[in-house]
C-alpha cells in the first residue's frame, strides 16, 4: 500500500472511542450519522459555490473536512461495534462519501487562479478512485483503500488549499498546477487500488 494518511486511522479511531460510546448510549445511528455529514457537506459546499463570498468564508471548510473525516470514522465504527451494519448503510457510506467530496471540492471553481475543468476533473477521478476501491470487493478481494491520494489524504489537501484562499486570495499563479497534480495523484491511487485488487484476489 503506498503511504497515505489512511495509515493513521487506528490510532485516530481509538481517540474517537469514547464519543462513539456516547452517542451510541444517546442512541444515534451509523447511518444518521452518515446522512448528516453528507447533509451538511453538501450545504456549504453549494453555499461557497452558489453566490459570489468572500475568500475568507473558504476557512470553513477547513475545519469541517476534519470534523467530516471523524464523522466518517465514527458512522463506521457504529456500524461495526455495536451491531448496526445494514446492506443500506453499505450504500449510503458509499454515495454519501462521493457526494459529499465533489459538494465540497466545487467553490474552487469560482476561484482564480484554478481552472473549472481541472476542479470537475478532479472531482471525477475522485470518485472514479472509490469506485475502484469498492470494486476489489467484486472481484474477491477487500475494499482497497491503498494510497498515495486517498480520502483522508484529498480531505488534507482540501483543507489545506482552502486555508490558503482565506489567507493569502488571489494565489499566485502557479497555484493553478495544483489541482492537475491532485489530478494526476488521484489517478495514480486509481490504478494502485486496481492493481491492489487484483493481487490480493490472485488474478
Same mark, same amino acid.
Given at each position: 500500500?503506498?503511504?497515505?494518511?489512511?495509515?493513521?486511522?487506528?490510532?485516530?479511531?481509538?481517540l474517537l472511542r469514547p464519543a462513539v460510546r456516547a452517542l451510541h448510549r444517546a442512541g444515534i445511528t451509523a447511518n444518521q450519522v452518515t446522512l448528516f455529514a453528507c447533509g451538511v457537506s453538501v450545504s456549504l459546499g453549494l453555499w461557497l459555490? $452558489?453566490?459570489? %463570498?468572500?475568500?475568507?468564508? *473558504?476557512?470553513?471548510?477547513?475545519?469541517?473536512?476534519?470534523?467530516?473525516m471523524a464523522?466518517? @470514522?465514527?458512522d463506521g465504527m457504529l456500524a461495526r461495534e455495536f451491531n448496526q451494519r445494514s446492506r443500506l448503510g453499505a450504500y449510503l457510506n458509499e454515495l454519501t462519501d462521493v457526494v459529499?467530496?465533489?459538494?465540497?471540492?466545487?467553490?474552487f471553481a469560482t476561484l482564480a487562479p484554478f481552472d473549472p475543468f481541472w476542479v470537475g476533473a478532479w472531482i471525477f477521478t475522485a470518485a472514479l478512485s472509490e469506485m475502484a476501491g469498492?470494486?476489489?470487493?467484486?472481484?474477491? $478481494?477487500?475494499? %482497497?483503500?491503498?494510497?498515495? *491520494?486517498g480520502k483522508s489524504d484529498r480531505a488534507f489537501a482540501a483543507g489545506a488549499l482552502a486555508? @490558503?484562499?482565506?489567507?493569502?486570495?488571489?494565489?499566485?499563479?502557479?497555484?493553478?498546477?495544483?489541482?492537475?497534480?491532485?489530478?494526476?495523484?488521484?489517478?495514480?491511487?486509481?490504478v494502485n487500488r486496481v492493481r491492489a485488487g487484483l493481487r490480493e484476489s490472485g488474478a
Open positions: 500500500m503506498a503511504i497515505s494518511i489512511y495509515r493513521l486511522k487506528p490510532a485516530f479511531q481509538d459555490w $452558489a453566490a459570489p %463570498r468572500s475568500p475568507a468564508w *473558504f476557512a470553513l471548510l477547513a475545519p469541517w473536512l476534519f470534523l467530516r464523522l466518517n @470514522a465514527i459529499s467530496d465533489a459538494a465540497l471540492c466545487l467553490p469498492v470494486l476489489g470487493q467484486v472481484v474477491g $478481494a477487500s475494499r %482497497r483503500y491503498d494510497g498515495p *491520494f486555508l @490558503a484562499v482565506a489567507a493569502w486570495h488571489p494565489l499566485p499563479a502557479w497555484a493553478a498546477w495544483l489541482l492537475p497534480l491532485a489530478v494526476v495523484l488521484t489517478v495514480l491511487t486509481t
